[in-house]
């Protein structure tokens, strides 16, 4: 049986951005600008600013950009930045069905493709390869049941639908292996290395932990950053496990998969997409997807009836089962990356129309003592909570009767239809909002209609260089 690797490197050199369809072209330019602004505005977290300080602390060759900073730096110290970047808010886009997938794969291939002005058609298809890749890959591995969490209800258990992003980092290494044009055994060889220098899967772990990890479910930064020294090493000569992925001992159980479905991966490879525009979303707002449906219905009641969060008496929100977890349940907000999971704290944060974007993880908005004073009349129902089959709404909102002493009860059908996708008008909105502080409106006109054309570009270090503050 022919190796996954040799079948997905056979593919990736033989693959052309003519073979690529058009919609998902356009889609990848969507997610690439959405994915610069993210990295923008994380350049205001905590997170942001370390990495930004670790970048310093060394000298290295001035040829790749860190997004929003004067300055350049080497490629894998880019990716790794850049990495931390992306995901630093948590606002990045999510790809169905294993959900953070952008943070861990864009980064090398923009800080690579800078240094080696590739142009951008070599780019687009670099990002794509990248997520459908990383798609593939973790399709194939077959989530391990000991990574699933009882709750305090009979039956009602928590399962994710990935155990782990550490996987990605194949995601990458093959986006990267077309940006720097490498053989057909030289792809093997990188995914091998690859699969050597994968971090566990902490997926689980980082849910459970409060107080919590800027490494968040797996270091972005770390992976960014090996994934270039990886595709390096392997166009120099550098050997890996040519059958990694497959075999009694593989990755999948280094991984703590358990089990292997090598069939899944290579499934229509080239006719069937897994990178797909239907299973790719924007966020709104700078917290879990999982919150964002509420949010939805929550922001579009306090518009339509004018609510003041002083007149809150109640608010009541169903979620899913993510909710049980620790870092959903803590209310305890000590840093930005807690800020970003707590669900009392995001919905009290919404109920004080703080708009959306870096300032909802600011220390002064998460020690907003109004915030805090809210988050005690924020109930959060799942369905593990008793009496959960009762709850007939998303969203209650119950107001304090005022000088008539009748209270006010407003849920989703006093505002339906409510959207939950974002339109082409709200992205670029989100963008501008996200870079707004860093680049003048003349910049970021050109880079939106830069990244909208990327595939006229025969240079992207020009795209780079209009991310960098003059």
């Not at 990694?244 to 997409?273: I, M, Y």
């Not at 009392?344 to 870096?358: D, K, L, M, R, T």
């Not at 959207?419 to 989100?430: I, N, T, V």
Request: with cysteine; glycine share 8%; charged share 20%.
């Amino acid at each position: 049986m022919q190796p996954t690797t040799s079948i997905l490197a056979d593919f990736i050199t033989k693959i052309k951005f003519t073979d690529l369809p058009k919609k998902m072209v356009e889609e990848t330019k969507i997610l690439l600008l959405d994915s610069i602004g993210c990295a923008l505005a994380g350049l205001n977290t905590e997170k942001g600013r370390i990495a930004l300080l670790y970048a310093k602390k060394f000298d290295s060759k001035p040829e790749a950009t860190i997004m929003g900073s004067k300055q350049k730096v080497s490629s894998p110290m880019a990716a790794f930045v850049n990495g931390e970047l992306l995901n630093a808010l948590d606002y990045d886009p999510l790809l169905a069905p294993f959900g953070h997938i952008t943070p861990y794969v864009l980064s090398a291939g923009l800080s690579v493709a800078e240094s080696k002005k590739v142009s951008g058609k070599v780019l687009l298809s670099s990002i794509v390869l990248a997520h459908e890749m990383a798609q593939r890959i973790a399709s194939g591995l077959v989530v391990p049941k000991g990574f699933a969490k009882s709750t305090s209800r009979e039956g009602a258990i928590i399962n994710l639908p990935i155990h782990g992003y550490g996987s990605n980092i194949f995601g990458g290494i093959c986006g990267l292996s077309k940006i720097l044009g490498l053989s057909k055994s030289k792809i093997e060889h990188a995914i091998g290395i690859g699969g050597y220098w994968c971090p566990v899967p902490t997926l689980m772990q980082f849910s459970e932990a409060v107080p919590s990890s800027m490494s968040k479910f797996s270091p972005a930064g770390w992976l960014s950053q090996a994934q270039v020294t990886i595709a390096f090493l392997a166009e120099m000569g550098y050997t890996g496990d040519k059958h990694v992925l497959d075999g009694e001992f593989g990755f999948w159980k280094s991984f703590g998969a358990d089990g292997w479905k090598p069939e899944l991966v290579t499934l229509g490879l080239g006719n069937r997409w897994f990178f797909d525009n239907d299973m790719l979303s924007y966020k709104k707002y700078p917290c879990c997807g999982a919150m964002h449906g509420a949010i939805d219905i929550l922001d579009a009641i306090i518009k339509k009836f004018d609510v003041r969060p002083e007149n809150i008496k109640e608010l009541n929100i169903v979620l899913n089962l993510l909710a049980e977890l620790a870092l959903w349940k803590n209310r305890d907000i000590k840093t930005h990356i807690e800020a970003q999971f707590s669900a009392a704290y995001v919905f009290s944060v919404v109920c004080h129309q703080i708009e959306a974007g870096y300032k909802w993880q600011l220390p002064e908005t998460y020690t907003n003592l109004n915030i805090l004073k809210l988050m005690d009349k924020i109930h959060i129902t799942t369905p593990s909570t008793p009496g959960y089959e009762s709850k007939n709404f998303m969203v209650e909102i119950i107001l304090e009767g005022g000088g008539t002493g009748e209270q006010k009860r407003y849920t989703e059908r006093d505002v339906w239809p409510v959207s939950f996708e974002m339109s082409r008008r709200e992205l670029l909105q989100k963008f501008s909002r996200n870079s707004k502080e860093i680049f003048s409106p003349h910049t970021i006109d050109q880079i939106i209609k830069t990244v909208l054309s990327l595939e006229e570009l025969e240079d992207v270090s020009r795209l780079m260089d209009l991310l960098s503050p003059a």
